[in-house]
């Protein structure tokens, strides 16, 4: 008889398809971790700029100065109420266009995205200085009419209006895109004519069907918005006003320290309001 030698166990082999997730996932960790340290450096930087000095060492006093500097808190309200008027106007004005356009006039999507991505093209230096230039003109020529008061009204440096107008422009196009990506994973059509013969009125599909199938898009146009005018300068500066941006660059000549911990503070803030707002959204999916 003969014997059968014993076969050697065969090593097992990992699949082409785990090991391609496996080193993608080290790919992404090393994105993510470069990304992390290209930005967390600098604010680490920064917040040790605000609360190190030679003289005193370590100290938080530019924070505690924070709160009772001169012009922070309006500067910090002004910003904040331009902020909720420009979010409230931009979706007033893009969101039922958009709907009506979906419904109505699909094939006018092209010439709204072209118009709505339009800012884009446009540097904020040229286009602030067309709208002082027209700011101008117009008061010379609305001095002798009724309107007169209503363009000093917009200008008005408590609460300029201007700014609010101005601000819309500038976040149209992230806006729209926004809420582009938000209708694209619905059927507006069908959500709104099966709501429409079941008998609901037009402000009810809009505020009932359509607007809470769209808070995650709607979140992230109203945080892409208050990010922009809580860090716009060239604008409001050019303009004469003095929102948040602006105070922070009027005291950072004589205020270096406090400056940078506003600064600081202000990125913290719009990180905070990114995780809430991410983290509400995505609560609501799973619930």
């Known amino acids: 008889m003969t014997t059968l030698a014993p076969v050697a166990p065969v090593p097992e082999s990992v699949p082409s398809g785990q090991a391609r997730t496996g080193g993608s996932r080290l ?3 090393f994105v993510l971790a470069l990304a992390g340290l ?29 709160w009772t500097a001169e012009g922070f808190l309006s500067s910090l309200l002004l910003s904040l109420g331009l902020a909720v008027a420009t979010i409230v106007l931009v979706l007033l004005l893009t969101l039922p266009a958009m709907i009506t356009v979906r419904l109505a006039a699909p094939r ?13 093209v446009v540097p904020p230096i040229t286009f602030v200085a067309g709208i002082s230039r027209s700011l101008q003109v117009g008061g010379e020529v609305l001095a002798p009419t009724p309107f007169w008061a209503t363009l000093i009204a917009i200008q008005d440096q408590d609460f300029p209006l201007v700014l609010v107008f101005v601000y819309v422009i500038l976040v149209l196009p992230f806006v729209y895109r926004s809420l582009d990506a938000g209708l694209r994973t619905m059927d507006v059509r069908t959500l709104v004519e099966a709501a429409r013969n079941l008998g609901a009125s037009w402000p009810y599909v809009m505020f009932r069907v359509i607007v809470p199938n769209l808070r ?12 922009l005018v809580l860090g716009e300068y060239t604008v409001a500066s050019i303009l004469g006003y003095q929102p948040f941006a602006v105070w922070i660059v009027t005291i950072s ?22 995780l809430t707002i991410s983290g509400g959204t995505r609560g609501r999916r799973s619930a």
Not at 54 to 66: I, W
Not at 216 to 227: G, K, V
């Open 27 to 29: 790919w992404r960790r």
């Open 38 to 66: 290209y930005f967390l450096v600098p604010l680490g930087a920064s917040f040790w700029f605000t609360i190190y000095n030679e003289t005193t060492g370590v100290s938080f006093a530019p924070y505690a100065e924070l």
């Open 108 to 120: 006018l999507r092209p010439v709204m995205e072209v118009v709505c991505t339009l800012p884009l």
């Open 216 to 227: 995650s898009a709607l979140a992230s146009a109203s945080f892409l918005t208050l990010a």
């Open 253 to 274: 000549g004589s205020k270096g320290q406090l400056s940078v911990a506003v600064s600081v503070l202000s990125l913290l803030l719009t990180w905070l309001l990114l």
